[in-house]
């Protein structure tokens, strides 16, 4: 099966994402700049989202590079990753609209978690699609990356039930360790 289907599909899938996640920000009713304050925590929700949806996409692309041949089962991982993606418009909206709540930062996190899940996941079918030899396997290794962004987002949801704050910084830890895409990826490829 070629990979060009799911690459496309999966793109235009988070470019709703994103058009879903800025319609949900309401243009102020004056004009004068004070205007803005009340929209700040909506703006701000959506700048952390649209980061993260950016970083899945990109982390996406370079994953799918290496990647030479798919399956029936790396067509169900995508979807399953793309389903935990698709509720960022959701708890972006809730997260945002109600100043940063407890319920909706642990919720927040919940859906990082199972989006980690679920990518990690998605390596994992993806390894097993190809060859011990492949340059996937050989640029994947252990996946540090992946499983400590788990225990990460633990972390998070477990101190949002204290202060949400708390939980949201170490989602933000998260983004950063991420924000940089996979130099394994690249240095394998161009071997």
Known sequence: M?????EAFSDGVLAI???IMVLEMKVPHGI???ALAPVWPVFVSYAFSFLYVGIYWNNHHHLFQAVKR?????LWANLHLLFWLSLFPFVTGWLGENHF????VILYGAVLIMAAIAYY????????AHPADSALTRAIGSDF???ISVAIYAAGIG?????????LALYAAVALLWLVPDRRIERHLAE
């Not at 798919?70 to 790396?74: D, E, K, M, P, S």
């Not at 709540?101 to 909706?104: D, E, K, L, S």
């Not at 998605?122 to 097993?128: A, E, P």
């Not at 101190?159 to 939980?167: D, K, N, R, T, V």
């Open 121 to 128: 996941i998605l390596v994992r079918v993806l390894l097993h």
């Open 159 to 167: 101190l949002a039930f204290l202060q949400p704050w708390l939980g």
């Open 101 to 104: 709540p407890r319920a909706a």
């Open 70 to 74: 798919v399956n029936g089962a790396v």
């Open 145 to 147: 990356k992946g499983r």
């Open 17 to 19: 994402i994103i058009t």
């Open 32 to 34: 004068e700049l004070a």
């Open 2 to 6: 070629h990979k060009g289907r799911l």
